[in-house]
């Protein structure tokens, strides 16, 4: 069992960046990042294959957010930048343990992190 844990959230300011961290125990394939705000369901944000050679963003978010891996770490990223204050939210990695034929970036993951929160004051 894979366990991945987040890190690097925490409180700033709109227009703020941060940069989200997540460690795996194991191998993984393609790994993404979720968030859930407080009465939303969970929100795929971005997904990365296992080579860092493909990726998905949510239409909304790619121009600020970016995700990225370095394997060799077994670490997986995501720089957060020109943060709003609805981009509040408890972030989640995620990843697979297989490399599966369909691409379908917004799902089909095995291993969840904890969270990690972040809070985006006006």
């Known amino acids: 069992q894979v366990q991945l844990v987040e890190s690097g959230g925490g409180l700033v300011q709109a227009g703020g960046s941060l940069r989200l961290s997540c460690a795996a125990s194991?191998?993984?394939?393609?790994m993404g990042w979720f968030r859930q705000a407080p009465g939303k369901e969970r929100e795929f944000i971005a997904a990365?294959?296992?080579?860092?050679?493909?990726?998905a963003y949510t239409d909304s978010m790619k121009a600020r957010f970016t995700i990225s891996r370095d394997n060799a770490k077994n670490t997986m990223y995501l720089q957060m930048n020109s943060l709003k204050p609805e981009d509040t939210a408890v972030y989640y990695c995620?990843?697979?343990?297989?490399?599966?034929?369909?691409?379908?970036?917004?799902?089909?993951?095995?291993?969840w992190g904890q969270g990690t929160q972040v809070t985006v004051s006006s």
């Open positions: 194991g191998r993984t394939f393609t």
């Open positions: 995620a990843g697979r343990s297989s490399n599966r034929d369909a691409w379908a970036p917004d799902r089909g993951y095995d291993y």
């Open positions: 990365i294959s296992v080579s860092g050679g493909r990726t």
